[in-house]
């Protein structure tokens, strides 16, 4: 559903045999090499979804003998491929889910497997209805090579990575937009922050019409201003709050109780406005 047929068998598959051709497969590099066929883009991605759910040190251990090496080697596996872990390898080599010949630009940092990506996001929002209640979050993917768009995080404990802001259902990603990437304008009186999660709002209104759901959130997106702006798009909004700041109207400011009588007397009192 998500990584659709027509998608594996195109462009997968396309990508692959060009990505091997640019790179002289059948003649310098890996002789024996022929094109890819269809089930074999199945296969690969198979074997690495299996491998996720039950993984071995290197993937080439699944062609171990099973007589030799019964806790590797594995008989199903071996039959996938004619020619056995050479083609795993020549697979292994040469996949590829962009345009092999497409050339590095500033503006697309993620061209290796943007199509992908695109296609993901695509079919993810044609088959996920959305729950009643979501989770509104930033995001931090560790990361610790090179690349222009890392930045600098000290108050997380992945450290320094990739940071986005995304809207989950369930604990699933479903939108979500990268803080480096610009952010079009929805609303004008909005911080950076409260524009770029309006506009993941209305990326959802435009995915799935299901409306009044209610967004969770901590205290770094809470604000009088953002519920008004949710409101207006149809959605609710929950969540911790500061004492101070971001129009948070003092008359729902509570006094902390720290006595136990005090304790006691706050139970079920609540200021609303």
């Not at 790179?23 to 991605?45: H, Q, W």
């Not at 630009?105 to 079919?123: E, L």
């Not at 930033?138 to 990739?162: L, N, P, V, W």
Request: hydrophobic share 35%; aromatic share 12%.
């Amino acid at each position: 559903m998500f990584i659709s047929e027509s998608f594996r068998h195109k462009t997968i598959l396309d990508h692959s045999n060009a990505n091997a051709w640019k790179n002289r497969a059948g003649s310098v590099v890996y002789p024996n090499c022929t094109p890819f066929l269809e089930d074999e883009i199945d296969k690969y991605i198979g074997l690495l979804i299996r491998n996720g759910l039950n993984p071995v040190p290197d993937m080439r251990l699944n062609w171990s003998n099973p007589l030799e090496s019964f806790v590797y080697g594995d008989e199903r596996v071996q039959r996938l491929f004619p020619r056995g872990v050479q083609r795993y390898k020549e697979l292994r080599a040469f996949i590829h889910v962009s345009d092999p010949y497409a050339k590095p630009a500033k503006d697309k940092p993620f061209i290796k497997i943007q199509d992908i990506i695109d296609h993901v996001i695509s079919n993810s929002k044609e088959n996920w209805v959305l729950g009643r209640y979501l989770s509104l979050d930033e995001i931090d993917i560790g990361f610790q090579g090179r690349f222009a768009h890392k930045d600098k995080i000290k108050y997380k404990g992945e450290g320094d990575g990739i940071l986005l802001d995304a809207i989950c259902d369930r604990g699933y990603f479903y939108v979500g937009h990268f803080r480096h990437s610009p952010c079009p304008i929805v609303e004008k009186n909005a911080s950076p922050l409260h524009n770029r999660c309006l506009y993941l709002v209305e990326q959802c209104n435009a995915a799935c019409p299901q409306t009044w759901n209610t967004l969770f959130f901590d205290n770094l997106f809470t604000s009088k201003n953002f519920m008004d702006w949710l409101y207006a798009r149809n959605r609710f909004g929950a969540g911790v709050c500061r004492t101070s700041g971001r129009g948070l109207p003092a008359c729902v400011v509570q006094d902390v109780a720290k006595k136990k009588a005090e304790l006691e007397a706050a139970v079920g009192t609540v200021k609303v406005q």
